[in-house]
């Protein structure tokens, strides 16, 4: 039971490139979501899904897609990389909306 | 909306010491759950606890005790006898029951045990 695991570890993009950043968990959770970390300001909710098939935003989605065609997989794809992305990005899962949500280790990604 | 408020940014206390972390919360719901997860130095998050808004009874666990006062909306987080492995960046954050799954954070207390 590996968890939830995320890759890659670290990323450096050029602004303009684009990139997924993958996130897998093994739990059978239904739900998944995306946060990203920066100095001062906790984890903000990038965006999220409930299931296979159902993503919604967060509170700063923009500049971010995602999809969710498994229950295993819920992949983050930067459109077109700017340094306002430069961040160590979280993906997370629960069973359900009651209980504690189970984190990756994290990929940060510097955009120069 | 929901918020919730670390004020303490930065705690340093002597190895051994009690040290507590405060976390204040904001919400209109009346069934909400609250967490706590601590960040070490290596990055990773790990959950500690969860308290739902219904239970009010206080937990202890090991060296960790947490106090949730609904009627002033703080669940408060204990270290006992500290040791160093208890350095980390510890955040507070609250989840509605319903809707929208957002976790909502608190700014993180980083905890620096000195030995």
């Known amino acids: 039971n590996a968890g939830v695991t995320q890759t890659p570890k670290f990323q450096v993009l050029k602004t303009g490139q684009s990139m997924t950043l993958q996130c897998a968990q093994d739990?059978?959770?239904?739900?998944m979501s995306w946060y990203r970390q920066d100095p001062g300001m906790g984890l903000r909710l990038i965006h999220y899904?409930?299931?296979?098939?159902?993503?919604d935003q967060g509170e700063v989605p923009n500049g971010y897609n995602v999809s969710r065609s498994t229950t295993e997989d819920f992949p983050l794809r930067l459109l077109s990389a700017a340094p306002s992305q430069t961040s160590v990005y979280f993906c997370?899962?629960?069973?359900?909306?009651?209980?504690?949500?189970?984190f990756g280790p994290g990929t940060r990604l510097t955009v120069t | 909306a929901q918020k919730v408020t670390q004020a303490q940014t930065e705690i340093s206390v002597v190895e051994k010491e009690d040290v507590t972390l405060d976390c204040v919360y904001e919400?209109?719901?009346?069934?909400?759950?609250l967490f706590w997860y601590k960040q070490p130095p290596s990055g990773e998050l790990v959950f500690l606890i969860r308290?739902?808004?219904?239970?009010?009874q206080n937990e202890i666990s090991g060296r960790y005790s947490w106090n949730f006062q609904k009627s002033t909306s703080s669940f408060n987080f204990t270290i006992t006898a500290s040791q160093v492995v208890d350095s980390a960046v510890y955040f507070c954050?609250?989840?509605?029951?319903?809707?929208?799954?957002?976790?909502?954070f608190g700014t993180g207390t980083r905890l620096t045990i000195i030995p």
């Open positions: 954050a609250l989840r509605r029951n319903f809707g929208n799954e957002k976790l909502t």
């Open positions: 308290r739902n808004s219904f239970d009010e």
């Open positions: 919400t209109r719901d009346t069934t909400y759950y």
């Open positions: 739990m059978n959770h239904e739900y």
């Open positions: 899904s409930v299931g296979a098939g159902i993503t």
């Open positions: 997370a899962s629960s069973q359900d909306i009651s209980y504690e949500q189970y």
